[in-house]
C-alpha cells in the first residue's frame, strides 16, 4: 500500500520560511517523480515544483520560483519543499504526489493527504 505523508505545515509570518516533508512508503521511491500541488480556499489546485526520479530535473511554478526549491534523498524515501520569503497568497493546503517513471508528469499516481500552510501578513 502506497503512503504519502507530509509534514512540516503551520503558520508563519510573511517573509518567512517553512520546509515541507513527504514520506513515502510501498513504493520503489527511486523511480517515481515526485511533486507537490497545492490548493488555496476557492482557488483551483496548482502544481507547486517537481523532481524527477533522479532529482537531475526540477520545474517549478512562476508564482513559487527563487522562492521555493524542491528537492529528495532517494536513501530516505522523502522529499522536501524548502518555502522561503513566503507571501499570505502562498496560503494553501500543500499536497504531495508521485507519478510512476514520468518526466515531466501530466498526471499523478498517488497523493498524500496534505499539510497545511498559513502565511500571516
Known sequence: QVQLVESGGGLVQAGG????????????????????????PGKERESVAAISWSGAY??????????????????KNTVYLQMNSLKPEDTAVYYCVAAYRKWPAREYDYWGQGTQVTVSS
Open 17 to 40: 520560511s517553512l520546509r515541507l516533508s513527504c514520506a513515502a512508503s510501498g513504493l520503489t521511491f527511486s523511480t517515481y517523480t515526485m511533486g507537490w500541488f497545492r490548493q488555496a
Open 58 to 75: 526540477t520545474l517549478y511554478a512562476d508564482s513559487v520560483k527563487g522562492r521555493f526549491t524542491i528537492s529528495r534523498d532517494n536513501g
